[in-house]
């Protein structure tokens, strides 16, 4: 028998698990071209300054000279990989986990709720760490972070809507495609209000472009609160009995 939620209910809380997937495939949008700047403010890239100097070969740290800075040599950005790899551990453990924790705890619209939560945390630390093991403890707590809503948002619509879901499900799914394209636009505007010398956010050329990601994804976490929790459809003796006779038919 399956809970009942009014029409009203099942559209919004679809749009809360569609908004979930969005923060998700926002938050695996922005690590990309923000990773030569994270590399270098843990100091996994080296900078010998000999291609970041200005037009006056002054080599002063300035707007300009900033944004040149991904020409410079680079050196033990492979170490870059082991950062991915953290997050991909964690995705994968959290992914195995997910089904068991939606089947065991009944309000798990609350573990939604937290996973966002640290997603905007991570988001938060990536602006601040300053060492190659807390990058790796971030992005691998991040990877935990995304994988219960990648699962959830795929199970909840289906819990709602029942026969119905499939167009809810694919909408979910779409969300986070368009989190995934708005993000890098999002850091890569960013990148060019910092060569202006404009709006910055702790000196370097992604932060803002993390806080407003993180306020974002922290803002989205609050919302499945706002909703019971579905559980998954338990047919009555009845109905198993009709299932039963219209496959034998």
Known sequence: MAEAFSDTTKYLMVGVYAASLFAVGSGFGARGPSLTSVARQVGLLDDDGAQCRNADGSGSDSAAAVCSRDECPESDIDKMAWAQTSFNIGFIVCSFGAGFVMD???RWHWVLALSGAIAALCMVLQTQITAPGALYATYGALGVACAFPATATAVGPIWVWLEKAGPHVHFVQAMF?????LAPF????????????????????????????????GAIAVTPLLFKSPSPPVQTEAEKAGAEAAAAA
């Not at 000196?203 to 472009?209: E, L, Q, R």
């Open 177 to 181: 495609g368009v989190g995934m394209g």
């Open 186 to 217: 999002l850091v890569s505007l960013n990148r060019d209000m910092y060569c202006k010398g404009s709006w910055t956010l702790g000196g370097s050329n992604f932060h803002v472009a993390f806080i407003i990601t993180a306020c974002v994804t």
């Open 104 to 106: 065991g705890v009944r």
